[in-house]
Every structure is written in C-alpha cells, then in structure tokens.
C-alpha cells in the first residue's frame, strides 16, 4: 500500500494558467507538509498543517494556496503559474512535527512554460 | 540564523570503499532532532535515520552508520563498503524549534559509487 500518494507525477502547462496538485497519506499521521525543490535540489518546507490546522507558511507567494479537507489529505492549489515555479513538488507526512520522521510522497515534478 | 552545512557537493567513490558524508549544524536549542534522507537516482525520498541530542551513542544499521557529536554540532554518515546502488543524493536535516520545528534541510550531498 501506498503510503503517501501524489497526483500527478507530472504537470506541464503553460504561464499564467492554475493548477492542484493532490497529496493523501494513509498512515493515519497528524501533520503534512508541502515542499519545494529546486533544480538545484534545494529543498524547502512551504507548508505544514496539523489536524486541517495550519501550523507553518513560509515566505511563499500568495498564489500559492494550500488546503486540507481532513487530515489525511492535502492539496496545493497554484494560481497564475509563473516559470519560476517550474519544480519538483513533495507533500510529507509525519506524526509529531519536528520529533519524528516524514515521510514523503513521489513528488510532483511541475514544469511551466 | 539556524542552518545545516553540508560541505562536500559531490563524492566519487569506487565500489566497496568507505565514505563519509559531513553534517554540521547550527542551533540554540539543547534538545532536538535530525535526520538523513536519501534521494536516489529515481527521486523519491527516503528516510534513513532519526538521532535525538540526548543521546550521543553512536549507531549502525548494516553497513550504515552515524557519529553525532553535539559539542561540534556534527552529525556525520558513514557507508562502509560502498555499493552502486548507494548512489544518490544524502541530505542532512535538523529540526529547529524556532520554526516551529520544521526541518531544515541541507544542500545535499551528491555521492557516485562506481563499480
């Protein structure tokens, strides 16, 4: 069984068009997680929620909107799509937030052209 | 700021050596935890290990093991015995509590293992 799926694995479109990207996780953790990686393979947090709640939101754009029906998923809506938001995508999952370990989906490799 | 140094960008080793992957962070708190992940080749991520600062025993696990010094803030990975399908990028991550204890991930370390 999957652990932590995303959907989808590839993205392709083109600037200024909106886009989801889904993430579920069905080890019945508490916390998620979206991260970015660059080409560079940086990696950055961008968000976290906790039970629906939101707990981190880094110095992301606006454009960039999380959302968490229930606690075992979470979406990342992207608005207006620019060519610097070309990337991989990784949604997380973990129980306690900083004490234990995450796990991560396939990643979302997200290109904007 | 608090932050992780990974030092070395890339390593190149031949099949069966040994090699060190370097970690050293820095943080205010006295109690905390870190991380290694893997991406291989293929992408994902993979978790290797988990240390808390209280406990400094060293620890293996097959032919990997980690060395955690909390006096110099290091947290180093060693593979013995390398093998090709150790290739992949190695990322060290601690966990601050000043954002709310969100990984801080380093810049990674890209090991090739060649036959």
């Known amino acids: 069984d999957t652990a932590v799926s995303q959907t989808p694995k590839y993205l392709v479109t083109q600037m200024g068009n909106d886009k989801s990207i889904k993430c579920e996780q069905n080890?019945?953790?508490?916390?998620m997680y979206w991260y970015k990686q660059d080409s560079k393979k940086f990696l950055k947090i961008m968000f976290s929620y906790n039970n629906k709640e939101l707990i981190i939101n880094e110095t992301v754009p606006n454009r960039f909107s999380p959302k968490s029906p229930d606690k075992a998923h979470l979406n990342l809506h992207i608005n207006s799509l620019e060519l610097g938001d070309s990337a991989v995508y990784f949604c997380?999952?973990?129980?306690?937030?900083?004490?234990?370990?995450?796990?991560f989906g396939p990643g979302t490799r997200l290109t904007v052209t | 700021a608090q932050k992780v140094t990974q030092a070395q960008t890339e390593i190149s080793v031949v099949e069966k050596e040994d090699v060190t992957l370097d970690c050293v962070y820095e943080t205010r708190d006295t109690t905390y935890y870190l991380f290694w992940y893997k991406q291989p080749p293929s992408g994902e991520l993979v978790f290797l290990i988990r240390?808390?600062?209280?406990?400094?025993q060293n620890e293996i696990s097959g032919r990997y093991s980690w060395n955690f010094q909390k006096s110099t803030s290091s947290f180093n990975f060693t593979i013995t015995a390398s093998q090709v399908v150790d290739s992949a990028v190695y990322f060290c991550a601690p966990a601050v509590s000043g954002g709310y204890n969100k990984l801080i991930f380093g810049a990674g370390t890209r090991l090739a293992v060649h036959p």
């Open positions: 080890l019945g953790h508490d916390t």
């Open positions: 997380a999952s973990s129980q306690v937030q900083g004490r234990d370990e995450q796990y």
């Open positions: 240390r808390n600062s209280f406990d400094e």
